[in-house]
């Protein structure tokens, strides 16, 4: 039939190819891939995920020998990449690092009332903005060490860059953003000197010691006995952490009113390098702060990545450390027996208080820097008001500036603060 | 018989000696190249340095080094201008064919449905590697002309030799062609959706900034890494020394993974579909 023809080959041009008669099962095929690509995908990124973290059974080691294990050479070599990360609770709005009061208050004059919440508060600039950026939210650096006298960490910024180098007697530091650096000389004779007299000191000691300080498992084991009213440990699940085995261990906080529910460091099975650190806290399921190498090589990392050149339109800060001669103003005062046995007494006090200490320091005692703080809109913007002062409140720990002048620090809930300041 | 290798290169010739002799192409790149020069010579007659730390990265470094140029322009344009083309380009591939009555007549052809795509994605792949490069020469040409250019200061401190600088501008340029390239398949595939150009162009740019806003509320954190736009302003790993190419990898499984998932929607509904125009 002619003319059925006709008909036929006009539909097999409408479906731009395909003859009409087929059943509809063709067009199902050609709908497959676009199913299986997303599952392709999923899977491949799961199963990355599950590689990295697959089972490991490492030899049984108990608390005591897990931190034996932890290293303690100093003249380890290696280099990697760590990420960290922070859920304080701090406030993440209305802080803008980087511009100063003078703009906030500008852009809060040019504003009609209703968009006041959506502008900043407060300029976070100088020291205290470094290091609340620091304290909180997510970081990624790379670490380059070898042995004590060279170190590098290298923050890796979005297009910035901040740079702590130790080589040798050199100490840099380099923020690409501001495009400044700060550098240090270190008096190596001084510091060796200094290390020579803590040794001496501990040597001379070390007979009043309640254990025996050569064994380091009489060291490990004291350390649990003395810990242990407050503490429990635990041996966690053999683990993976950028890729190598590592043993776990947990200190469980036993204080009530403590912030801290518990602190986990995971030590890597071969080196004893502690890998990772996660501190999780009371009534927050994710972790309020961790701490993990993505990637570790322990190759010693090249010469080159230690030497820093001032680069051109830089801006040079010297920063002079504090020489011997400085420092003997402070040690030629020999304490007197009071003053000792009172710092003892303190320190039995925040022993026995456990994870729930309070810290308290005197009016007088608070650094200048900390009472010209206050002045700092951003004081007002991350305090909250109370009775006694004002609280800065974080998962982690709490301080009070209390009214008098005094400031009390712990890591414990606010009444809890509240409490030990007004006794 | 058909030379079938023959022709597959011919529809590829054909594409791009269409894609790059219309108008609006051009129009695009030399708004492109605008960026840099506008950039170059609002610096240069300001005169004024800028305080390090104050404006978009690198801003600070032009009147120093020329070099610069093509680094901050680069920044300027990723969030906005750059997907804006790439949603012209991509959104109008198999629309814009649909709209003008063209389409039919090029599968009357013997050419199948999937070379097509095929054929239309690398041709917008290619504008976007004309728009980075474009973008990053313009860049050069303008701040050595306004600006005395040298070897070039790494975000991590270290100088590096103009030779090698121009290594790594490259690879810059080509990271960012690859960071756009999952969107040119997400418009590859909107464009089958419909026979209206505008209306495939508009939302490609949608979905770019959409894209953006979600990957700056720090609620949604969980979702970032699988964001197509997570990896974009990751092109300066490739500044710092030593040089870091995770993020380069990263971000070429990223887009890999989007061209899989939407050149395959793009396929299941272009060889289904009815073509009328």
């Known amino acids: 039939m002619p003319g059925h023809s006709a008909e036929a080959a006009f539909e097999v041009e409408r479906c731009g190819g395909v003859p009409y008669y087929l059943p509809m099962k063709r067009n199902l095929v050609r709908w497959i891939p676009a199913i299986l690509a997303p599952v392709l995908v999923a899977g491949t990124a799961i199963g990355f995920s599950v590689s990295a973290s697959a089972a490991i059974d490492l030899p049984d080691k108990s608390a005591s020998q897990i931190l034996q294990l932890i290293n303690t050479n100093p003249e380890i070599a290696f280099s990697g990449k760590v990420t960290k990360k922070a859920q304080l609770g701090l406030p993440p709005m209305n802080i803008i690092p980087d511009i100063s009061q003078a703009m906030v208050d500008e852009a809060a004059k040019n504003m009609p009332k209703e968009m006041k919440d959506f502008l900043p508060q407060a300029s976070a600039q100088g020291e205290l903005a470094l290091a609340l950026e620091f304290a909180a939210g997510t970081h990624v650096a790379n670490i380059y060490v070898d042995g004590t006298r060279k170190a590098r960490l290298q923050v890796l910024d979005l297009v910035a860059e901040r740079n702590f180098i130790r080589n040798g007697a050199d100490l840099w530091f380099y923020d690409s953003s501001k495009q400044i650096v700060k550098h240090s000389v270190v008096n190596e004779a001084d510091e060796k000197q200094a290390q020579r007299q803590a040794l001496d000191f501990f040597n001379a000691n070390s007979a009043q010691l309640a254990f025996d300080a050569t064994s380091p498992a009489a060291v490990a084991d004291y350390f649990l006995s003395q810990a242990g009213p407050q503490t429990t440990f635990s041996v966690g699940k053999d683990a993976k952490v950028a890729g190598r085995g590592v043993y776990q261990i947990t200190a469980t906080s036993r204080t009530a009113g403590s912030l801290v529910a518990s602190v986990t460091v995971s030590v890597d099975a071969a080196t004893g390098l502690p890998l990772a650190v996660v501190v999780t806290a009371v009534g927050q399921s994710n972790p309020a702060f961790e701490i993990a190498f993505d990637s570790i090589t322990f190759a010693q990392p090249a010469a080159a990545n230690f030497t820093f050149a001032v680069p051109a339109g830089a801006k040079l800060i010297e920063v002079p450390l504090p020489t011997q001669s400085d420092l003997a103003k402070y040690t030629g005062k020999k304490a007197t027996a009071a003053q000792e046995s009172q710092a003892k007494a303190e320190f039995e006090k925040l022993k026995a208080q456990g994870w729930a200490a309070v810290l308290e320091v005197a009016a007088a005692m608070v650094p200048a820097e900390i009472t010209a703080l206050k002045a700092n809109k951003l004081y007002t913007e991350l305090t909250t008001p109370v009775a006694s002062g004002r609280i800065f409140s974080t998962a982690l720990l709490n301080i009070l500036f209390a009214n008098d002048g005094r400031v009390f620090a712990g890591s414990v809930t606010t009444q809890k603060l509240l409490e030990a300041a007004a006794k | ?277």
């Open chain 2, 1 to 277: 018989m058909l030379n079938v290798k023959k022709f597959k290169g011919s529809l590829m010739q054909s594409e791009l000696s269409v894609l790059f002799r219309r108008r609006r192409t051009w129009a695009m790149l030399t708004t492109i190249s605008m960026i840099p020069i506008f950039l170059a010579i609002a610096v240069k007659l300001s005169g004024s340095t800028l305080p390090p730390g104050e404006g978009p990265p690198f801003l600070d470094r032009v009147s120093q080094n020329g070099m610069f140029v093509g680094f901050t322009a680069m920044i300027l344009a990723i969030p906005l201008f750059l997907p804006l083309t790439i949603g012209v380009v991509a959104g109008d591939t198999i629309a814009g064919e649909a709209n003008t009555g063209t389409l039919r007549y090029l599968l009357v052809a013997p050419v199948s449905r999937t070379r097509l795509l095929i054929v239309k994605f690398l041709g917008a792949s290619a504008f976007a590697l004309a728009a980075t490069f474009t973008l990053m020469i313009t860049g050069i040409a303008i701040g050595a002309i306004l600006f005395p250019i040298g070897p070039v200061t790494l975000l991590s401190g270290d100088v590096i030799s103009i030779p090698a600088a121009l290594v790594r501008i490259f690879l810059v340029a080509i990271y960012v062609t690859i960071s756009l390239m999952g969107l040119t398949a997400i418009g590859l595939f909107i464009s089958t959706l419909t026979v209206i150009p505008v209306g495939a162009m508009a939302a490609t740019v949608v979905v770019s900034t959409v894209t953006q806003i979600l990957g700056t509320l720090p609620q949604l954190a969980v979702i970032h890494p699988y964001l197509i736009s997570y990896y974009w302003l990751g092109f300066a790993d490739l500044l710092r020394n030593p040089i870091s190419l995770g993020s380069f990898a990263s971000n070429t499984l990223l887009q890999l993974a989007y061209i899989a998932i939407f050149g395959s929607l793009a396929y299941g509904r272009f060889t289904t579909k009815d073509v009328l125009s």
